[in-house]
């Protein structure tokens, strides 16, 4: 009997669902992302030519340009365990739960209720009825809710819940890129402390050498005993040099490890002696396809979207709500479900709609427009720093390159001077004032050409990055795609199918569902040791 009536109420629901869906009303204002007059190329075009329609896209495993297989390894370490990273993957596995909560709204809501009780009246009691002192109660019934969203309230609720998690996406890519970024970049300074190490290495092996012409020439009384405190000086603070970029190399690979989320007490990479990476070809494309790759002019334009949303929520406000209830079951003195004439239903509607609250629903109209102007102006903001990033990563490259190219130059004249100046003094035609200023300008040349070099290298990651590391907004989930399961799905609520290739880290645990699992928690593995 109770199931013939919730079987009813389902069916009855159901058809007041599809006239709803008929009849209702969006209060939302039209939604239309703001457009933007943008020049046909880049300003600070550079070297980098406008790419051609087959190669406008970067490859979405950039650093890959960069030719080092111990970076590409790195990198796909990072993005596998970083612990930041996988944080903003479980904040959008959260959204999408939110997508679930505000749905839920929008369907009818069934129950159960049922309970007994045992109660005993005073004997003192006025109107008692004879000879009755205590009486049981039993009562078992169904429920049933539903409201007709006839202004879009709660279609409202769930888009802007579906738009949230595709913000929460649009957020994970560009969490994802920054550590890309981070880690490459890192590694970039890294291997310029190692060229710039190797050549305080040969530089103190050669101050080591004139240290001793001088002590020859103090010896053979050919100079004086500056010369040697000369030879000396020189030495001593290359060598200080030398532990101070030690020191940052140890701190720049601390870093590394954190962003691969390993130990960085047992983590080393070992070291090389020049910067071997490979000038990347980098399609910049057109300015009008930027908006397309960022991910945070994606979420601004998708925060944006939830926004306008809420006006049709705060318009909804004003309009009378309409909600269906019905009840039925049994109430008797005993467990005597079988007689009918202990059954009991109701069923009816309630509307309400506010008369004078003292402008409450109007704040709050007026709150949530401004709001939406606060998102567009935020998405402007986020358009034109794009824009000016680009421009700045195609100025750096540009002038970076060219002054590598300038410092190399340099640091051959330099290197020969160093060895004319020396051969000199050794021939006692030139002092050894002369020898010690040239070797300052070598070992400055060959250090200001590294740095320069890291520095554009560096450069070309920024660019990657301003250009949006080979994202595009074609990989956002679609609204659909954010929710995580249906109406009458109980299992494997724990971990969500991934949606936008986005997932979590499935940890099992023998709490997986509601229906209980037998998988063990995963262990989790060593740092691994990158080098010796």
């Not at 079987?7 to 939302?28: E, I, N």
């Not at 709050?364 to 794009?386: I, K």
């Not at 995580?484 to 799905?489: D, G, K, N, P």
């Amino acid at each position: 009997m109770i199931m013939r009536s919730l079987r009813r109420t389902m069916m009855s629901g159901g058809a007041m669902l599809s006239l709803a869906a008929l009849s209702a009303c969006d209060l939302a204002p039209a939604y239309h992302p703001p457009t933007y007059v943008v020049p046909a190329s880049w300003h600070g075009q550079g070297v980098f030519a406008t790419a051609t329609p087959a190669d406008t896209q970067l490859p979405s495993h950039w650093w890959t340009l960069l030719h080092d297989p111990q970076l590409d390894a790195l990198e796909d370490k990072a993005v596998a365990a970083n612990a930041d990273l996988q944080a903003a993957a479980e904040r959008f596995v959260q959204a999408r739960a939110m997508v679930m909560s505000a749905r839920a709204d929008l369907l009818p809501h069934f129950g159960l209720a049922f309970g007994a009780s045992d109660n005993k009246q005073s004997a003192d009691r006025l109107f008692r009825y004879k000879g009755a002192l205590t009486q049981t109660d039993e009562f078992y019934g169904g429920l049933a809710s539903w409201e007709p969203d006839f202004w879009s309230e709660i279609r409202n609720q769930v888009r802007m819940a579906k738009f949230s998690a595709q913000e929460k996406a649009a957020d994970y890519a560009g969490a994802r890129l920054s550590l890309q970024a981070e880690l490459a970049s890192d590694y970039v300074a890294l291997r310029g402390y190692d060229a710039q190490d190797a050549i305080y290495r040969k530089s103190i092996a050669y101050y080591e050498q004139a240290l001793k012409v001088t002590q020859t020439q103090l010896a053979n009384q050919a100079a004086p005993r500056l010369d040697l405190a000369r030879a000396q000086n020189r030495l001593y603070v290359t060598q200080a040099a030398e532990l101070d970029i030690q020191a940052e190399r140890e701190v720049t690979e601390h870093a590394i490890a954190v962003l691969t989320n390993s130990a960085p007490s047992g983590f080393h990479i070992a070291p090389a002696d020049r910067l071997a990476f490979v000038r990347a070809a980098i399609p910049v494309g057109v300015p009008s396809d930027l908006l397309q790759r960022r991910p945070d002019v994606a979420s601004a334009e998708r925060e944006m979207a939830q926004a306008n949303r809420a006006i049709g929520v705060s318009r909804a406000a004003f309009y009378p709500h309409v909600s269906l209830n019905a009840n039925g079951g049994f109430d008797a003195n005993g467990f005597d479900l079988a007689n009918l004439a202990n059954s009991m239903w109701s069923y009816g509607a309630s509307a309400s709609m506010p008369i004078f609250e003292g402008g409450l629903r109007r704040a709050a109209l007026q709150a949530s427009w401004a709001s939406y102007r606060e998102t567009r102006d935020h998405y402007r903001s986020s358009v034109l720093g794009a824009f000016r990033e680009v421009e700045d990563g195609l100025s750096r490259t540009d002038r970076l390159w060219a002054e590598n190219n300038r410092l190399k130059a340099a640091t051959s004249a330099a290197l020969d001077m160093q060895n004319m100046t020396m051969t000199l003094y050794k021939g006692g035609v030139s002092p050894y004032l002369d020898a010690i200023i040239a070797q300052e300008a070598a070992l400055e040349a060959q250090i200001s050409q590294v740095q320069v070099e890291t520095r554009y290298f560096q450069a070309e990651i920024g660019l990657i990055r301003a250009l949006g590391g080979g994202w595009s907004d074609k990989l956002l989930p679609t609204p659909d795609q954010t929710m995580t399961f249906s109406a009458l799905q109980y299992d494997g609520l724990r971990h969500p199918d991934p949606a936008g290739g986005i997932d979590s880290v499935r940890d099992e645990t023998p709490f997986d569902n509601l229906a209980g699992s037998t998988a063990a928690p995963e262990v989790g593995t060593a740092p691994v040791q990158t080098g010796h």
